[in-house]
C-alpha cells in the first residue's frame, strides 16, 4: 500500500501539508525521519510504506499550540491527567487526533506508532519501534551519542529502544524534570537488552 492509500493523499501532497505546519528545521528532521524509519524497516522485514508514512507524519502537531492539545483532550475524553503534561508529551499521546482529522489516517498500526514516539510502550509492534528509533538517529541529528545509537540501531532494534530510553531517562532525571509514567513502563521493560553481548 502506498501514502496515498493510507491517507488519501499523495506523498507531495502530504509533504506540503506537513511542511505548512512546522518549521523548515523540523520538517528537514521529519523528512529525515521517514528516510531512516524505511531504512530500519529494510533491515528489520517490515513493509517500507508504512513505515515511512509513519515516519513522515509523527512530528506533524508538534507546533500545535497548547490551548489546542488541551481542546483535544476534551473533545476526545482522553485521560485529564494529562493536562498536566505538556507538548513534548501532547505531540505525540494528543497529537494523533490532529492527525487523524486533518490528513484521514485510519491505520491503527501507524496512529498507534505515533502515539507512543516520545514514550514508547512495554508493549511495541516492530513499527512502534522503528519509529522511535528512526527518531533518534535520523541523519540531522547530532548529540553526542547518536553515533553509537546508529551503529547499535543497525544491530538489534530492541537494543537500540533500550538504549534510547536510558538515555532519555537520565537526561530528564538530570534536569529533574518529570517523567512521564509510560517512558517509566518503557524503560522498565527494554533496559534488559543493553545487559546483552
Ligand atoms: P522530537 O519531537 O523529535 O523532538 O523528539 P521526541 O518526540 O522523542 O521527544 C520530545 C521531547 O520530549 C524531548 O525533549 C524528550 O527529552 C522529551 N521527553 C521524552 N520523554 C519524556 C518524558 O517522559 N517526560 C518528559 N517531561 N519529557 C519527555
Ligand atoms: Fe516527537
Ligand atoms: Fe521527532
Not at 507531495?12 to 525521519?33: D, I, N, T
Not at 507524519?57 to 473533545?75: S, T, V
Not at 508529551?89 to 505515533?114: A, C, F, N, P
Request: a negative charge; glycine letters at 4%; aromatic letters at 10%.
Amino acid at each position: 500500500m502506498t501514502y496515498e492509500s493510507y491517507t488519501g493523499f499523495s506523498r507531495e501532497e502530504l509533504l506540503e501539508k506537513v511542511q505548512s505546519v512546522m518549521s523548515e528545521k523540523r520538517f528537514k528532521h521529519v523528512l529525515g525521519v521517514e528516510k531512516a524509519a524505511i531504512r530500519l524497516a529494510e533491515l528489520n522485514g517490515y513493509d517500507t510504506e508504512k513505515a515511512g508514512l509513519a515516519g513522515l507524519l509523527h512530528d506533524y502537531a508538534k507546533e500545535l499550540a497548547d490551548e489546542a492539545f488541551l481542546e483535544l483532550i476534551d473533545k476526545y475524553q482522553l485521560d485529564p491527567a494529562l493536562k498536566n503534561w505538556n507538548n513534548n508529551v501532547w505531540h505525540g499521546m494528543v497529537g494523533i487526533y490532529k492527525i487523524q482529522e486533518d490528513l484521514g489516517v485510519t491505520d491503527k498500526d501507524i496512529i498507534r506508532s505515533i502515539e507512543i514516539h516520545t514514550v514508547g510502550s512495554s508493549q511495541m509492534t516492530l513499527l512502534d519501534k522503528i519509529v522511535y528509533v528512526a527518531d533518534y538517529i535520523e541523519h540531522n541529528r547530532n548529540f553526542p551519542l547518536v553515533a553509537e545509537a546508529r551503529v547499535i540501531a543497525e544491530q538489534s532494534l530492541d537494543k537500540a529502544v533500550a538504549f534510547e530510553t536510558v538515555r532519555t531517562v537520565e537526561h530528564l532525571a538530570h534536569q529533574a524534570l518529570p517523567i512521564f509514567p509510560q517512558t517509566i513502563e518503557t524503560y522498565n521493560a527494554f533496559c534488559k537488552y543493553l545487559k546483552e553481548d
